[in-house]
C-alpha cells in the first residue's frame, strides 16, 4: 500500500526532522506512529499527504511515486485527520463531511446521502446533517472530522493525534469506535499518538520513532515483549513492562520443577564449556535478544540422562529468550535465591 524508500527531511536551518526512514505498509495494516514530541511523527504523516516534500528518497501508494500523482486524485485516496480538526464555522455538517466528495463534483444528492450514511456510523442521525460545528460537543466534532476523512472513501488514513484534545472518557469511547469502524471498512491507517495505551490498543503495528528516525517496529506484543532498547523501555514505562510479567512468573515455574544453573552467557559452545566445567547438570539459557517468545513448554537439559551428541540440539531447542531489564533482574535473583546456582 505505501513505502517509505530511505525518506529524509530537513528544514531550513538544517534540522534533520525525519532521517532515513524506510517502511512497507500494507493494505488493511493499522500502523500506529509512536514518539516523543519533535521526532518526526507530523512530518512524516505531511510527506504522505504531499503538504510538504521529502528532501530525499521516494514515498510510493500503490507502487506510484506520490510526487507522481494527481492532486486531486491524491486527496481521494488519501484521508486526513488531525487534532486540531478545524471543521468550517460557517459550514454545516452535511458541507463539512462533504469537503472532499465536492472537490471531486459528486452531485449535491450523492453528498447528501453519504454524509447521512456516515453519521450513522457513528450513532448521529440526520438532524445533525444541518447543525452547525458550535452547536455540536467536542467528541462530535471529532466524530465529524473523522467522518469527512471517509468521505470519498479513501484507501489510506492519515490520523494526527486525532483524539489528543479530548477528554480520557471521550477518548476511550472514539478508539473503541474507530477500531471496530475500521475493522468493518478494512482501511489502511496510520495513526499517530505520543499515548502508548493508544497506541497498544489500536495498533497492528507500532512503529516507534526517535529523532526522525524508526526504532523499533512490530506488533504491540513484539514491542511489550522485546523493547529494542532502554528508549523503548521508557517509553513503554515501568508498569506496562510489569504487566508482561506473566510469561517470566511461567520461567519461574519452570526453575521450580527443574532445578538449574542459569547462564546469561549467549554462545552455546561456551554454555557447553560451562556445563562441563561447572559439572552442572541442568542449564537455563538466557539470551537477551531473543525475549520471552512463550517457550514455556520447553524441557530442562539434564546431563545426566542425554548423550554428549545431543547437547546442542537440545541447547537449540532450549534457549530461553528473555529481556535484561530491572524485571529479568528481579527474577533472576528470586530463582537464585531459592538455592540455584549462577555461572
Ligand atoms: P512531531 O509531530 O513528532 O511532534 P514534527 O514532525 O512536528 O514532530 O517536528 C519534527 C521536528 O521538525 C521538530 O524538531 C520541529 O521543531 C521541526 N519542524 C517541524 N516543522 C518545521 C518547519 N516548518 N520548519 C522548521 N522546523 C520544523
Ligand atoms: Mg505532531
Known sequence: MLIFDHVYKTYKGGKKAVNDVSLKIERGEFIVFIGPSGCGKTTTMKMINRLIEPSEGTIYLEGKDILKED???????????????????????????????????WP??????????????VDMDNEYLER??????????????VLRALAAEPQLILMDEPFGALDPITRDILQDEFKHLQQTLGKTIIFVTHDMDEAIKLADRIVIMRDGQLVQVGSPD????????????????????????????????????????????????????????????????????KVLQGRIDVEMIDLKRKKAS??????????????????????VRKILTRGHKYV
Open 310 to 331: 545431543h547437547i546442542e540440539d537440545i541447547l537449540e531447542k532450549n534457549i530461553f529468550t528473555v529481556p535484561k531489564t530491572a524485571l529479568l533482574r528481579d527474577t
Open 132 to 145: 452547525y460545528p458550535h452547536e455540536l460537543s467536542g467528541g462530535q466534532q471529532q466524530r465529524i472530522g
Open 108 to 121: 449535491e444528492k450523492k453528498r447528501r446521502a453519504r454524509a447521512a450514511e456516515l453519521l450513522k456510523l
Open 222 to 289: 513484539d514491542i511489550l515483549r522485546n523493547p529494542a532498547n532502554e528508549f523503548v523501555e521508557d517509553f513503554i514505562g515501568k508498569e506496562r513492562l510489569l504487566q508482561s510479567r506473566p510469561t517470566i512468573q511461567t520461567v519461574e515455574q519452570v526453575m521450580n520443577l527443574h532445578p538449574a544453573t542459569i547462564t546469561a552467557d549467549k554462545s552455546l559452545t561456551d554454555a557447553i564449556r560451562l556445563m562441563k566445567e561447572k559439572r552442572v547438570d541442568s542449564l537455563l539459557v538466557v539470551d537477551e535478544n
Open 71 to 105: 492532486a486531486v486524485l491524491l486527496r481521494r485516496k488519501i484521508g486526513y485527520v488531525i487534532q486540531q480538526i478545524g471543521l468550517f464555522p460557517h459550514l454545516t455538517i452535511q458541507e463539512n463531511i462533504s469537503l472532499v466528495p465536492k472537490l471531486l463534483k
